[in-house]
C-alpha cells in the first residue's frame, strides 16, 4: 500500500498570513496513463470532507484562488496564500494511483 | 444539486452485521463510480471501497476485505455496503462519496455521514 506523510500535523497561523502543508508519498504517485492522481481535501469541525484540490494542482469548482497546489513524484504542497477563519480545519492529501486509495493522517489548521 | 443521503447507521453488537445505504439524487448515478469513506471518532479518514458505475468492478480496503460488499442499484439511485462479523474498530462515521469522471479517487462530492458504533 501507499503511505501518505504529512508535516506540520498542526498548524498555528495567523489570520492574513500564509500556510503551507506538505505531503509525501511512500511511492511516485505517477500513474501508468501519465496522470498523478494526488488530492487534498479540507475537513471543517463538524463537516464532511470537501475536495479542494485534484491531479495536484487544480481548484475544484467553487474553491478559492488562495488556495494552490504544487509536487510531483512523491512530494506535494498545499498552500494557502492568506489564511481566513473559514479556512480552519484539518487538511488531507489522498491519492488515488494505486488501490487501495489512501489517506496522509491530517493537518489541523487552527488560528493562533 | 447533488445530494447524498446516508443511512442505516446505529450500534451493533461485536460480530453483527449491518447494512448501510446512500441515496443518491441531483446526478445520473448510473455513470458515476462510488465510495465508502470512514472515519473514527477523533481519527483521519480511512477509504473502505469502491464500486465501478455498472457495478461491475469492485475494490476494498483490506481492512475490511472479505467482510464488507459494496453494492449499488442504479434503477433506485442507491450504494449499499454490506458490512458482516463487525470489530470495535469498524465504529466510525461512514460516508458515501461520488467520484468525478476524471477519476475514481476525485471524491468531489460527499454525504453527511452516518455513524456506527460496534460494542460488546
Known amino acids: 500500500d501507499i503511505v501518505m506523510t504529512q508535516t506540520p500535523l498542526s498548524s498555528p497561523v495567523t489570520l492574513g498570513q500564509p500556510a503551507s502543508i506538505s505531503c509525501r508519498s511512500s511511492?511516485?504517485?505517477?500513474?501508468?496513463?501519465?496522470?498523478?492522481?494526488l488530492s487534498w481535501l479540507q475537513q471543517r469541525p463538524g463537516q464532511p470532507p470537501r475536495l479542494l484540490i485534484y491531479?495536484?494542482?487544480n481548484r475544484f469548482s467553487g474553491v478559492p484562488d488562495r488556495f494552490s497546489g504544487s509536487g510531483a513524484g512523491t512530494d506535494f504542497t498545499l498552500k494557502i496564500s492568506r489564511v481566513e477563519a473559514e479556512d480552519v480545519g484539518v487538511y488531507y492529501c489522498m491519492q488515488a494511483t494505486q488501490f487501495p486509495l489512501t489517506f496522509g493522517p491530517g493537518t489541523k489548521v487552527d488560528i493562533k | 444539486e447533488v445530494q447524498l443521503l446516508e443511512s442505516g447507521g446505529g450500534l451493533v453488537q461485536t460480530g453483527g452485521s449491518l447494512r448501510l445505504s446512500c441515496a443518491a439524487s441531483g446526478f445520473t448515478f448510473s455513470t458515476y463510480t462510488m465510495s465508502w469513506v470512514r472515519q473514527a471518532p477523533g481519527k483521519g479518514l480511512e477509504w473502505v471501497s469502491g464500486?465501478?458505475?455498472?457495478?461491475?468492478?469492485?475494490y476494498y480496503a483490506d481492512s475490511v476485505k472479505g467482510r464488507f460488499t459494496i453494492s449499488r442499484d442504479n434503477s433506485k439511485n442507491t450504494l449499499y455496503v454490506q458490512m458482516n462479523s463487525l470489530r470495535a474498530e469498524d465504529t466510525a462515521v461512514y460516508y458515501c462519496?461520488?467520484?468525478?469522471?476524471?477519476?475514481?479517487?476525485?471524491?468531489?462530492?460527499w454525504g453527511q455521514g452516518t455513524l456506527v458504533t460496534v460494542s460488546s
Open positions: 491531479k495536484i494542482s
Open positions: 511511492q511516485s504517485l505517477i500513474h501508468s496513463d501519465g496522470n498523478t492522481y
Open positions: 464500486i465501478s458505475a455498472g457495478g461491475d468492478s469492485t
Open positions: 462519496a461520488k467520484s468525478s469522471p476524471r477519476s475514481y479517487g476525485e471524491f468531489e462530492n
